[in-house]
């Protein structure tokens, strides 16, 4: 007998009418994985896998997929509080060996906690794990834990980019806080020296036919894929073709005020305003002075935008992924006749902005799958200006600055400012830059009766929170110093008593490998 059903008030989705208690909502997104995945970086050090580890868990985390990176580097400095010299990393350096991989076993149990109890579908173990050995014990653990295991190696032999890479990223780590750059470059090549003489690569076509794999060959020049299980392995390989490091900017905007701004009504397909006119020739002005080499510009396949984008006398691509969020039976109303007219959709839109799906329209969570080809395109791309609308810029720089599904929908993306966002090493720096004409102000801030709402203490790429209810932290594992016979310090370092606390709080300390 076919079952009853209920719709979800907010999400407008059916759902099955027996009294069971609800499931708890473990992502923003879809099901992707039949079973939890950990995904197994491989790599001498130096050669991106944290870079590669961290922007692949924001890409995740943003299409819904709840994944967290364990770096074994920041364990091994929880326990070793005062780095020596790369005599901690010598094959034959038997305490050390020991001290090594019981923070690797640490990281793990972490990652079967997160993955079995903390709804996470996942885990990104960030280390080196560059022999078959290391390899065979995680691919063990992942076997009695019923998990899935994806290896992404990064392989680089050009001595340019991996001095490239420790000058501008290795050596800013707590492991040479107060050290010359000279002594410390000098000290992490003799690193690398050391797991280069047990670097055991993947190989697809022998040893390691069996695995599911990407290496990504010299920053993405080539590519080997081997055995791709299901949906979301091929999704992140398709992610990681795509991305680049080549240095570039892209600029985000919103269209010039429309006639609807003016007017507080959502939504339509008005045209610009006197104001926004003036912006669009002041966005003109912008981008001569940018002086961007071939610059591209995106716009909506909406009139404000296209007009906006008609100023600039550029060659400009529409975009119908770009247009702004459909708001349904409430377009082209202000928000006091939605709360007259419709006041429990009003109401339940306050609720959770995120996942609220407008009648016969769409939600954030609909306009970020929407805009997964884009944030695809920009990542292949490198001087790009988009111009589009608030919930869309607001879903673009979410990805970029990494902000949760609960702070997005709440980003403040002003008319007639830039954002000008620059890819760094582990991030994205902004900087705003009004182009000083006035315009009205479309924000509307959280309402206070969501604000007393869960507030999530997990940011999202980080192995520890950033706020905790327990009065006390919890190391993970017990100091091993003790038990490690410590060389003498580099001579261009000077020791200092490292701060007490735990990794993943100081987001700009560089990741090292295990």
């Known amino acids: 007998m076919p079952m009853e059903l209920t719709q979800s008030r907010i999400q407008k989705i059916w759902l099955p009418n027996d009294n ?66 790369y005599d901690f990393f010598r094959p034959d350096n038997e305490e050390a060996m020991k001290v090594r991989r019981q923070c690797a076993l640490a990281a793990l149990r972490d990652v079967k906690l997160y993955l079995t109890e903390e709804a996470g579908q996942i885990a990104v173990f960030d280390a080196t794990n560059t022999t078959r050995e290391r390899r065979g014990m995680i691919l063990n653990f992942a076997k009695e834990n019923g998990f899935k295991v994806f290896f992404i190696e990064s392989v680089c032999n050009d001595p340019t980019v991996v001095a490239t890479n420790v000058m501008e990223v290795k050596l800013s780590s707590p492991d040479y806080r107060d050290c010359n750059s000279a002594d410390a470059m000098e000290d992490f090549m003799k690193r690398i020296n050391c797991y280069q003489a047990s670097y055991q690569p993947l190989d697809p076509d022998d040893y390691d036919r069996e695995l599911s794999l990407i290496k990504v060959i010299d920053v993405g020049r080539r590519f080997l ?94 975009w119908k992924a770009l247009n702004e969020i459909d708001a349904g ?69 979410a990805y970029f600055l990494d902000k949760s599904a609960d702070e997005m929908p709440y980003l403040k993306c002003p008319l007639h400012t830039v954002l000008k966002l620059t890819p760094v090493a582990y991030g994205c720096r902004v900087e705003s830059i009004s182009l000083n004409i006035e315009a009205v102000n479309t924000h509307r801030e959280r309402p206070e009766e969501a604000k007393k709402g869960p507030n999530p203490l997990m940011r999202r790429n980080s192995v520890t929170p950033l706020a905790s209810p327990e009065p006390t932290k919890k190391p993970r594992i017990n100091s091993f110093e003790e038990h490690v016979a410590v060389p003498s310090a580099l001579p261009g370092c000077v020791p200092q008593e490292v701060p007490t606390q735990l990794p993943g709080q100081n987001m700009n300390n560089s990741q090292k490998p295990l």
């Open 225 to 318: 894929v081997n055995r791709v299980q299901d949906h979301i392995q091929s999704r992140i390989v398709y992610y990681l073709m795509n991305i680049h490091v080549q240095p570039r900017t892209i600029y985000l905007c919103r269209h010039g005020e429309s006639e609807f701004n003016l007017k507080g009504k959502i939504g339509g397909d008005s045209g610009l305003s006197n104001r926004g006119k003036k912006f669009a020739m002041a966005l003109n002005k912008f981008v001569e002075e940018q002086n961007m080499k071939d610059l591209k510009v995106w716009t909506s396949q909406l009139k404000r935008t296209i007009q906006t984008a008609e100023a600039l006398q550029l060659p400009y691509e529409q």
């Open 329 to 397: 039976v409430c377009e082209e109303m202000t928000y006091e006749e939605i709360r007259d007219q419709h006041p429990e959709e009003f109401a339940l839109r306050d609720q959770d902005k995120y996942y609220y799906r407008y009648p016969s329209g769409e939600s954030y969570q609909d306009l970020v799958q929407r805009l997964e080809p884009v944030i695809m395109e920009l990542e292949r791309q490198e001087n790009v200006l988009v111009i589009c609308h608030q919930a869309v810029m607001r879903c673009l720089l």
């Open 20 to 85: 069971r208690p609800a499931l708890p909502r473990r992502s923003c997104g879809p099901q992707l994985a039949n079973s939890p995945t950990v995904i197994v970086m491989v790599g001498l050090p130096a050669r991106g896998k944290t870079y590669i580890s961290k922007k692949l868990t924001r890409y995740l985390n943003w299409i819904g997929v709840p994944t967290k990176v364990f770096n074994v580097g920041e364990y091994r400095r929880e326990v070793v509080k005062h780095y020596s010299s």
